[in-house]
């Protein structure tokens, strides 16, 4: 390709990016901060499991479903004014959820964290494209981006946790505050703007992807809850007709809010397919150990914080060693092998029980390694493989499908276990009127009227739960070990980072504004 020579980042291109870490391990930290935090979140707030589900999703696919939409407005109004906007309503909504009185408050408050977290992370990304337009550097930067976003989502644990022990949940929320206060006062400085000369957003487009996906969301939360029936089944049917309505669109329109034929590009849309896959077991896996650690084992928040040590340790290792090993192995490669060592990690968490917490965690260990290697070289695929034109709209796809990955993992595999403690439950009879609607919802609900069960009742709900987290882990480890084949066979072809040709080109070829500096 005929690209001018790009030229090396510098000093205020690096203090920049530092500013852009701050919202990303932000983003990460917020997905999984609540995990260690729902326990005593649920003896405060007393919500029910569809409740707790919500609190802990509503976040991720409120994200998800703007993430499209808020990446074209920063194209629009400029990339640095979107996330200084982004990033003072992160901080205020931050507020909200940590004083929420009612689990509805909370939710909600989840939702707006969502919207805002929407206006952050193609912001963040798409500014990372425009600075750093050297090859090397950009693999480099973001390598480092995307590290920087698992990095936040394996210590959101242990620092909801510690801060829950140490003053309350709400805790959890108030780190936004100081995080928003400093970004906002250096962005100014070591941020540049950029914007495009497109069109309007298409508001119609806009609607059709949120009709798409809401309801969608619905149905799955809907099922899991009740089953199906026709309120589910309205959903479903409004999601898809919603789905198709906003391709066909998509396709017809000369500025589309979202470019339908970034899919037909091979490695594209196979790296999409392998983050989806790999995060949907990680999110899901996560939500589980984490309450097994609390529930079943019996670990106090601030003990089972240090525990999830070891892992976060992993991915940490798996985020900065990939692009360095890509350099020398075709990251595809890199990629499977990474997913198929995560299935140690699988299987260790189908054969865990009570009382087996080392191998818990050596089994959440793998799959830490294999969600940082996954995020750090998936993400530079996806934007790498995009020409430079539509790199906006890589980008963007690239963070929703991290970000629904993680929230459906939550709600598909957090109702499979659902399913299987709830039928175990109600095969026990004999529970007094008082207990027996919390003890048979879920584990939380049996632990908080433990002093009230019969004996061997509490011990039978935790191998219940233990029960549902097996059968998750068998569920994802399946799905992650066909990701892994089909990783290398539609990825191999992708040559190491930092070898001459088209996936090596800069991203992006934005203009930059006249108030750029």
């Not at 589900?53 to 979107?82: C, E, N, Q, S």
């Not at 100014?188 to 969608?216: H, N, Q, Y």
């Not at 830490?368 to 709209?393: H, K």
């Amino acid at each position: 390709m005929g690209a001018k020579p790009s030229s090396r980042a510098g000093w205020r291109e690096w203090a920049g990016f530092a500013v852009l870490a701050l919202p990303t391990v932000l983003l990460g930290l917020d997905v999984t901060a609540l995990y260690l935090v729902v326990p005593s979140l649920a003896a405060d707030l007393r919500p029910t499991a569809t409740e707790t589900l919500w609190i802990m999703d509503a976040y991720g696919f409120l994200i998800a479903g703007f993430l499209i939409t808020m990446g074209t407005l920063g194209d629009r109004i400029g990339r640095r004014r979107l996330l200084m906007i982004g990033m003072a309503a992160f901080g205020a909504a931050s507020v909200l959820a940590a004083f929420a009185p009612s689990a509805l408050w909370l939710i909600m408050a989840r939702a707006l964290l969502g919207v805002a977290g929407a206006t952050l992370m193609p912001s963040t990304l798409s500014l990372i494209g425009n600075m750093f337009t050297d090859a090397r550097q950009r693999a480099l930067a973001i390598g480092a981006w995307a590290t920087m976003f698992a990095l936040g989502m394996a210590v959101g644990p242990v620092i909801g946790g510690v801060l829950a022990a140490g003053f309350w949940w709400g805790a959890a929320f108030l780190i936004a505050v100081p995080i928003s206060v400093v970004v906002l006062a250096a962005a100014p400085t070591l941020l540049p703007e950029f914007r495009t000369d497109a069109g309007r957003i298409d508001l119609l487009s806009v609607g059709l992807s949120l009709a798409a996906m809401l309801p969608t969301i619905y149905a799955i939360k809907h099922v899991a809850a009740h089953g199906i029936d026709v309120q589910a089944l309205a959903a479903a049917v409004l999601g898809g007709g919603s789905t198709v309505a906003f391709v066909r669109r998509q396709l017809r329109l000369k500025e589309p809010l979202l470019d339908m034929r970034l899919f037909t590009d091979r490695a594209f849309s196979a790296a999409l397919t392998v983050l989806l896959i790999g995060l949907v077991g990680f999110g899901g896996m996560m939500f589980l150990v984490t309450q097994h650690l609390q529930l079943v084992e019996g670990l106090s928040l601030t003990a089972a914080g240090l525990w999830m040590g070891p892992p976060a340790l992993a991915m940490l290792i798996g985020g900065i060693g990939a692009p360095l090993i890509a350099t020398r192995i075709p990251p595809g490669g890199v990629m499977a092998a990474a997913l198929a060592l995560s299935l140690i990690g699988y299987a260790l968490l189908a054969f865990a029980g009570i009382d087996s917490k080392p191998s818990v965690v050596a089994g959440f260990s793998f799959l830490y390694l294999g969600l940082g290697v996954i995020a750090a070289l998936g993400t530079d695929i996806v934007v790498g493989a995009a020409p430079a034109e539509r790199s906006g709209s890589a980008a963007a796809l690239s963070e929703t499908v991290q970000e629904l990955g993680i929230a459906a993992g939550v709600a598909l595999l957090g109702s499979l276990t659902t399913a299987i403690y709830r039928t175990a439950a109600d095969a026990r009879p004999g529970l007094p009127r008082s207990v027996a609607e919390p003890y048979g919802d879920s584990l939380s609900g049996a632990t908080s009227v433990a002093d009230r069960l019969p004996p061997g009742a509490l011990r039978h709900a935790q191998d219940a739960f233990t029960s549902g987290l097996n059968t998750a882990a068998i569920a994802a480890g399946i799905a992650i070990a066909a990701a892994s084949v089909a990783c290398f066979r539609t990825l191999r072809h992708i040559r190491p980072i930092g070898d001459a040709g088209p996936e090596a080109e800069p991203i992006a070829s934005t203009r930059v504004s006249g108030d750029d500096r």
